[in-house]
């Protein structure tokens, strides 16, 4: 019974490590519905990093007081948002007539794009631990980083 529980833990433990470190795959649109759906969806996502980083940037700004309740509630959101970003952004619409801020280039280097929505979550959970530890010292460069990550993957995939 003993060497069987032990089977189940380590089956468990390899599925977690692999279904965590999983990458989406690009794929093709399949039809123009499709098309705009993902880019749709795709549009929404970002509509949402842009609500939770526009407090954030003003408080890294000095414009806006630190909110440690905001700081918190948007940086975890922003952590989810960027589990759900590979899916999006894996549908390649290029064969399509969309309307997309997307440039070509970023279903060609895709891992490189999931290198850059890990950075994102990384740097979000960098803010989650900066509150988490009330240093407000480090609260500015926290949000600094997901700025950063941001503008990372605009200066590379997104058109201007």
């Given at each position: 019974?003993?060497?069987?529980?032990?089977?189940?833990?380590?089956?468990?433990?390899?599925?977690?490590?692999?279904?965590?470190?999983?990458?989406?795959?690009?794929?093709?649109?399949?039809?123009?519905?499709?098309a705009k759906a993902a880019t749709q969806y795709r549009q929404a996502v970002f509509?949402?990093?842009?609500?939770?980083?526009?407090?954030?940037?003003?408080?890294?700004?000095?414009?806006?007081?630190?909110?440690?309740?905001?700081?918190?509630?948007?940086?975890?959101?922003?952590?989810?948002?960027?589990?759900?970003?590979?899916?999006?952004?894996?549908?390649?619409?290029?064969?399509?007539?969309?309307?997309?801020?997307?440039?070509?280039?970023?279903?060609?280097?895709?891992?490189?794009?999931?290198?850059?929505?890990?950075?994102?979550?990384?740097?979000?959970?960098?803010?989650?631990?900066?509150?988490?530890?009330?240093?407000?010292?480090?609260?500015?460069?926290?949000?600094?980083?997901?700025?950063?990550?941001?503008?990372?993957?605009?200066?590379?995939y997104k058109k201007d």
């Amino acid at each position: 019974m003993r060497l069987f529980n032990k089977a189940i833990i380590v089956a468990a433990t390899v599925g977690a490590v692999i279904s965590g470190s999983a990458t989406a795959e690009v794929t093709e649109a399949s039809s123009e519905k499709h098309a705009k759906a993902a880019t749709q969806y795709r549009q929404a996502v970002f509509q949402l990093v842009r609500s939770n980083m526009g407090p954030l940037g003003g408080m890294a700004k000095g414009a806006l007081p630190f909110d440690e309740s905001v700081m918190q509630t948007n940086a975890v959101r922003l952590e989810q948002l960027a589990d759900m970003m590979g899916d999006y952004l894996s549908v390649d619409t290029r064969k399509f007539d969309v309307d997309t801020g997307a440039k070509d280039n970023i279903w060609e280097n895709f891992s490189d794009v999931e290198k850059k929505v890990m950075a994102l979550k990384t740097a979000a959970k960098g803010l989650q631990a900066a509150v988490a530890s009330g240093d407000e010292s480090a609260y500015r460069g926290a949000i600094g980083k997901i700025g950063a990550s941001c503008k990372s993957c605009h200066d590379d995939y997104k058109k201007d």
